[in-house]
Each structure stands twice: as C-alpha cells, then as structure tokens.
C-alpha cells in the first residue's frame, strides 16, 4: 500500500494550469473531494503517470459516473481513495482526499482500514479474485462486520445472513456456508456487494459491476443496487466503460482519458451535447436501438501507455479536430456552459457539436440498456 510522497520521495508534478471555469453546480457539502490527484507506477519503461491531476467530487445520495476507456486511470483513481494503489505505485505529494471531511492520505494506517468497508464501500470488478477462496460467504461478511462494528461472532452471523437476503441470494442461511467456488458468477457478484454494504456505507465505489456477468444477471445486480442505495441513501461513485450505464443511472459524469479529467458535465447536458471530442467519440463508438444497424465509428488509435501520454494535449493524435496548438500548450478544464467544463482548446466552440445535430452519436435515450456493448 502507499500512501502520499513527501517531498524529495518521488518525481514532483509539474505546475497545475490554472482551471478557467465555474465549478460544480452548488449544493450539499462534499462527501467525496478529491484535489490534484496524482498516482505513478515506476516501470522498467519509465515513470507511468497514471493519474495526473484529477478533481472530482461526489455529494451525499448521488450517482456520479467515471467513465472511459481501459487504461485512462479510472481503476487506479479509486484504489487511490481507499489507498489500496500497491507498490512500486506512488501517490504524489500534493495529492488530496478529503471524504466526509477527514483527509484519507494522512490518516494512520489503522484509521484507513477502519474507513475501508465501513463508511467507504467498495466493489471490485472481478468477484472471483476478490473472495477469499478458503472462507465461507458467510464467514467473509461476519468478518468485516465484527472488525468494524464490535458484533458478537452470532449477531454478526445473523447479519450476514441477512445481507445475503438483502441482496436477493436465495436460502441464504445454506448459502453462507459455501465457498465462492460453489457460487455462481452471479451470486458471487451479489456475495462482493453484501460484503461491500455490510456496514451500510455512506459511499459505494463500484468499479465495473457487473462486467463479468451475462445481460440478464447485469440488469438484476444494478436494479438490486438502486434498490439498496434507495433505502439506505448511500453516493455512488459508478466506474464504467459503458455509457449505457452511466446515461441510466448517474446525475453527473466525469469522463477520463490519458490520467485526467477530460470532461465533466450533468449527465444530461453531456449526452445532449459532448462538449470533447473524446466523449462524441465514445458516443459515437455506442450502438443504438432507434437507428438502423450499421458500422459503429470507432475512435482511431489506442490509448497510449501512461508512461508515454502525448505532449501538450493528450488527445491529439487521436482527435479528429487537432489543430496546432493542440500539439504544443495543454489545456486547462474550461467552462463550457454551466455546471460544466472540457479539457480542450474548441470547449466554448460549436465545433464539437451538439449531439441532435448529428448523426453519429446516441441520444441519452437511445443507448442499449445496461449490459449493451460499452465503449
Ligand atoms: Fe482535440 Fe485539440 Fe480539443 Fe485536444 S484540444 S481534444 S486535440 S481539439
């Protein structure tokens, strides 16, 4: 595990540009406020800049989305939160966490765990690799109720029990005592969740969902999370390729490419008008059910390894308007329109688009339902 750098520790970040935009949308205090994040891996290739510069904020009850393709730092930002990002990575100095006003990356180790699965819930994308193949469901649930709520081993047994029920496993006192490898794929999914809930968390980052699971178990696991995020009032932070998921289920969007924000917006001014080119071309690669099938237009290229992003910005050899400067300065997040910003030089322009004057990209209403193709 790592926690932040201190100076002298590891490679310093080069100066933040000046952000030029309004910031969210007022409203509740932040549960989750993240500042200049910053994560690098030293690699036999070099300094991999994995996450590099990310802000983001999720309040009380909401679902925000993070979404993007494999390798934008996703994955890496929210093992950051939990400060689960395993050596040789680095959180850099300068870094900030703040969640329900305490600052997790200068907390003790024994006060990060005791956040971790209590206030801080958190659903990895591969249920298989995170059960613990030798202890009982049931076993794996008490444990994380009695080390962060002080339960006797039968009042913890009981509510892990009750969890296994709450998240639609049937004749959950038999099924607790079963190894994950007697579980299906599905069941292990609604194993990791219970695990995730147990201490009916504030905040849930669930990482890619249902990725593993076929459409019919997907729809079932995200109803079962709208369902327990309504009753017990808990932000999601939803982390996704798929843009299917995050026009159904998210209030606001953060979309990432190359370790940084590139866009930010409520989610329905982005699907009504993607103010980067980066997210028009993940609009664009979705297929969609209220138009005839054909070719989907995929982003040309591939992302580039975080030790080798792009200069100045990250998306240029990629993006279909580049233009000189796109290849020389950076931008900063600018304002493009309220409550929103893009990370590129064309934000304020019409240039990008709006999605109903084109023909290439989805509407919010006409993407696949959860579990359709992502991005
Ligand atoms: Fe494309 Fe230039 Fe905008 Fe980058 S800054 S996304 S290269 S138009």
């Not at 980066?278 to 591939?302: F, W």
Request: aromatic share 4%; hydrophobic share 40%; proline share 9%.
């Amino acid at each position: 595990m790592s926690g932040p750098v201190g100076a002298g520790g590891g490679p310093q970040p080069p100066p933040r540009p000046a952000d030029n935009g309004p910031a969210m949308a007022p409203g509740p205090a932040p549960l989750l406020e993240i500042a200049d994040l910053r994560v690098t891996f030293a690699t036999e290739e070099g300094v991999a800049r994995a996450v590099d510069g990310v802000d983001l904020v999720v309040r009380s009850g909401e679902t925000v989305g993070l979404v993007g393709e494999s390798g934008c730092g996703k994955s890496v930002t929210a093992l950051a939160v939990l400060r689960l990002v395993e050596h040789p990575g680095h959180i850099a100095h300068g870094s900030r966490v703040r969640f329900e006003g305490r600052d997790l990356l200068a907390l003790a180790e024994r006060d990060i765990r005791a956040v971790r699965g209590n206030h801080l819930g958190l659903i990895f994308q591969e249920p298989a690799s995170a059960l613990n193949p030798v202890l009982t469901i049931g076993s794996q649930i008490a444990e994380v109720i009695r080390a962060h709520q002080h339960a006797t081993r039968s009042e913890a047994r009981w509510r892990a029990i009750e969890m296994l029920r709450a998240v639609g496993i049937p004749d959950a006192e038999k099924r607790a005592g079963h190894y994950p490898h007697q579980l299906s794929g599905g069941m292990r999914q609604r194993a990791l969740i219970a695990i995730a809930l147990a201490c009916r968390p504030h905040l849930l980052i669930a990482d890619e969902p249902t990725t593993a699971l076929d459409v019919t178990i997907q729809a079932e696991i995200l109803e079962l999370l709208d369902g327990l995020q309504r009753s017990l009032g808990m932000a999601v932070l939803l982390i996704t390729h798929n843009l299917g998921l995050v026009a159904e289920r998210t209030r606001r969007v953060y979309v990432m490419y190359g370790g940084q924000i590139v866009e930010e917006a409520p989610t329905d001014a982005l699907f009504a008008a993607p103010a980067h080119p980066y997210t028009r071309g993940l609009m664009a690669a979705v297929p969609r059910l209220d138009s005839p099938r054909e070719r989907l237009a995929a982003i040309p290229g591939q992302v580039p390894p975080a030790t080798a992003w792009p200069p100045a910005c990250r998306f240029h050899p990629r993006c279909p308007l580049a233009f000189e400067r796109c290849t020389t300065e950076m931008p900063p997040l600018l304002a493009a329109g309220e409550a929103r910003k893009a990370r590129c030089w064309l934000a304020n322009s019409r240039t990008v688009g709006r999605a109903d004057e084109r023909t290439d990209a989805p509407t919010q209403a006409g993407l696949r339902e959860p579990g359709g193709q992502g991005s």
